[in-house]
């Protein structure tokens, strides 16, 4: 019964959220990228945002220590994600703290796992290397 409930509001937080994820097609565009080159993430976002949060597989609780205004059916869902997903990261964007959207993207197009914070600016310019794992560019 628990998991029917968890998948109701899964799909009514969907079909709800007029913002949705589709402008924001993150792994299409890490995907793309070719290896050893930087890239920041406000040239895939259409929006305005100022953050990004990167929460690691199975750091659900990390969604609950963020200072994001979201609704909680949306916490709700990105919990879920967060703990059924071992190797998805959830990239959280945001607006002066204000949930503006998130994408999803999997291990084997990116690895964050090397990222130590969790909250980056948007103009932050990442590294991406021949085996996929995200860096902090180094000028």
Known sequence: MKHVYILIMMIL???????????????????????????????????KIDSVYILQPYSYKEIYKTSINMPNNLKKMLEFMSNHNDNTYILIFSKENNFINYSEITSDIANFSNLKKKKYSIKQTFFINKERKISIYNK
């Open 13 to 47: 937080t969907l079909s709800g959220c007029s913002k949705g994820n589709e402008n924001y097609n993150v792994e299409s565009f890490i995907k793309k990228l070719p290896e050893e080159s930087k890239f920041t993430l406000s040239s895939v976002c259409k929006q």
